[in-house]
């Protein structure tokens, strides 16, 4: 099924898709599956095809990304953790950009931009450490922007200006800085569902669906419009489960100190 090794046709191909997508480290080949890597993006992808024409398979050894894609694998042998199938080259090249933005915020894309920005900045008064929490936000907003593809997932809101990156683990309250850049720890929520998840009014299942506090009141639930469920991995899940405990309005086990929550800057 795999043309091993590849034919002149194919690795011309395989090299397009891979440089027009941010990977353009060649690795080489083995077994017809030419291997690419990139300088900005964790992770390596693999490229192969049955014939010029087609069939176009995909390999990647990123965990992260396969569980975020949740695109069924196709049943070939090959290297990575999974491979999946493509008919086209088109089907193929429209699935590489998220791909690449995943390589780019997945795991610690963030934490290594977020280190290096800071390396020599002083740590010793309050101010210079808000700096710092500015820097650090302003990162994950980026990258949030970059992993929810610059939409609110419930709204469809594109307008940048509407859009807030959410924690969900407060700044404050997580465990250090790797969990506060971690894009698994934020949603990027149009400002009404921010402002609402912000103050514990708001919070979403396990499935994504939005759950709404008894004390958000009547009008206020009708406006907080949405169109679709949160798409959402474990480690989301394993965080929303803390803003349900301790954050949520809702919550038999809410923290008596939750209204001091409003201070957290998200």
């Keep these: 099924m795999i043309q091993s090794p590849q034919s002149f046709i194919v690795s011309q191909e395989c090299q397009k898709v891979a440089w027009q997508n941010g990977y353009r480290r060649a690795l080489g080949e083995a077994d017809g599956w030419a291997r690419y890597g990139s300088t900005t993006a964790k992770g390596t992808v693999w490229f192969a095809a049955g014939g010029h024409e087609g069939p176009w398979f995909l390999a990647l050894d990123h965990g992260g ?9 196709a049943d070939v042998p090959g290297p990575g953790l999974l491979r999946y199938a493509y008919h086209n080259l088109t089907a193929l090249y429209a699935v590489m950009p998220r791909i690449y933005q995943l390589a780019v915020t997945l795991p610690d894309g963030p934490l290594e931009e977020f280190r290096a920005a800071i390396a020599g900045l002083p740590k010793t008064t309050e101010a210079e450490r808000l700096v ?26 594109t307008d940048p200006a509407l859009l807030r990156a959410s924690h969900i683990v407060p700044w404050k309250d997580c465990i250090g800085d790797a969990q506060r850049l971690d894009v698994h720890n ?4 149009s400002a009404l569902w921010d402002a609402a998840f912000d103050r514990g009014l708001v919070t979403f299942a396990d499935a994504g669906e939005p759950e709404f506090s008894p004390a958000l009141s009547e009008a206020a639930r009708t406006e907080l ?14 965080n929303l489960a803390w803003h349900r405990d301790h954050a949520f309005n809702g919550s038999a086990s809410r923290d008596a100190s939750q209204n001091q929550s409003n201070n957290f800057d998200q």
Excluded: H
């Design 65 to 73: 990304i396969v569980e975020d894609l949740n695109l069924p694998p």
């Design 132 to 157: 710092i929490q500015r820097v650090g936000q302003d990162i994950f907003r980026d990258r949030l922007m970059t992993y929810w593809q610059g939409r609110c997932p419930l709204t469809g809101i």
């Design 225 to 238: 419009r949405w169109q679709a469920s949160l798409s959402l991995t474990s480690r989301q899940r394993k």
């Design 186 to 189: 934020g949603l990027l929520l």
